[in-house]
């Protein structure tokens, strides 16, 4: 399986972006998808979760109530609804899918999934 994820950018403190992540070679109804998000220097944390029928979703405090996450099995493709976003937001964004599903202590843990998406830079300007 392939994950290609899109949709970074720059943008001014307030501002909104929509990531896009792409997934080929299965079908994205049998994965549990996660975004998660790595500054210069830092460690790569967690962002937000979803689970493959959709039914369960999960965010990191920094983010809840601004980013929203969504999926179109159709279109093979999950989404990062990016809102209100700050300077600390800034970060290179990655998507990442697993099949199996992940303990709910562990769905913002990078090591429990297997396939990543390449990332895509997100610059908020204060």
């Known amino acids: 399986v392939q994950l290609q994820a899109s949709g970074g950018g720059l943008v001014q403190a307030g501002g909104s972006l929509r990531l896009s992540c792409v997934l080929s070679?299965?079908?994205?109804?049998?994965?549990?998808i996660a975004w998660f998000r790595q500054e210069q220097g830092k460690e790569r944390e967690g962002v937000s979760y979803m689970s493959n029928r959709g039914s369960t979703t999960y965010y990191a405090g920094s983010v809840k109530g601004r980013f929203t996450i969504s999926r179109d099995d159709a279109k093979n493709t999950v989404y990062l609804q990016m809102n209100s976003l700050k300077s600390e937001d800034t970060a290179v964004y990655f998507c990442a899918a697993k099949k199996s599903r992940p303990i709910l202590s562990a769905v913002l843990t990078p090591s429990v999934y297997y396939d990543w998406g390449q990332g895509t830079q997100v610059t908020v300007s204060s």
């Open positions: 070679g299965d079908t994205l109804g049998y994965y549990h």
